[in-house]
């Protein structure tokens, strides 16, 4: 992922990329040679020699509070990889650092960048889906090869549980959820969690890194008809209902269902969202007005995906815990 955010920033006109890190001189040494940048191996080396305006940090989730924090001090504004933290006490120190050093401090939950995404919220600020009932979002993914530090929760379902957030605009308040864990593995490779929004909202969260093919969709159902959102071919459908009228001859009333009624696909322009995030984040480090994912509204998301991950190790229910 880092060379994937040295490629971007090196494509923007108003950026000027300077050099990469890796703990490995021999990663290092070739992304910097295929970029024509410098390599280091030691983040507190690069950062006293180069004085860099911006960094972005792409490293384990545990390492990302250790780093972001260094960069912060140092003078940059920092782009962070999602989550914010491995857990909550680390992106609360994360957000402090950043507020100390007064830089600017943004998580990359990359598909609030999804055009298909802004097109669903923005439909929906317009009432198109009608009253929201519910939003199910599933991430599925064959077991990756690179080293995983931390569960699939946190790992790939914080991607969802911060659209779902952003999409409906309040905050969960109470979770079940229950998940599976290989004995030889340390992490959870599975989690299912049913998540109470207010207004009787349902969300409805499946995540995993045991299934052979990648899935990732969302569907947003309201008493209008359903959106659905495929995020890796960034395509938007919406399933319109129809009223129907069926005579209940046992009782002899009239009931009022719901039918299927047009299917509309959306014309989406298709951008890479990496691109999106960094310019967003650009605009925003110098001081321009810009839609970023703050270190606030990232630890919201970590405390629901905390929610989650205590229910599915009790077995019970779990009131979400808010920061202030």
Known sequence: ?????????????????????????????????????????????????????????AVPTAQHAQVAVAALRAGAHVLVEKPIAADIRAARALIRASAAADRLLAVGHIERFNPAVRELARRLGRGEAGRIIKVHARRLSPFPERIQDVGVLVDLGTHDLDIMRSLLHVEAVRVWATSRRDPRRHHEDLVAATIQFPGGIIGLLEVDRLTPTKVRELSVLGDRGMFVVNYLTQELVFYEN????????????????????????????????????????????RGRRASIVTGADALRTLELADAIRRSAESGRPQRVRHSA
């Open 1 to 57: 992922m880092g060379a994937n955010h040295a490629r971007i920033a090196q494509d923007l006109p108003d950026v000027e990329l300077v050099a990469v890190v890796d703990e490995s001189v021999t990663v290092a040494r070739r992304v910097a040679r295929r970029m024509k940048v410098r390599p280091y191996s030691s983040v507190p080396e690069m950062l006293e020699r180069e004085r860099p305006d911006i960094v972005a940090v």
């Open 242 to 285: 129809s009223i129907v009228r069926a005579r209940w001859e046992a009782l002899g009333n009239l009931v009022t269902g719901v039918g299927e009624g047009a299917i509309n696909h959306y014309p989406i322009e298709h951008i890479e969202p990496l691109r999106a995030e960094w310019e967003a984040f650009v605009r925003a480090a």
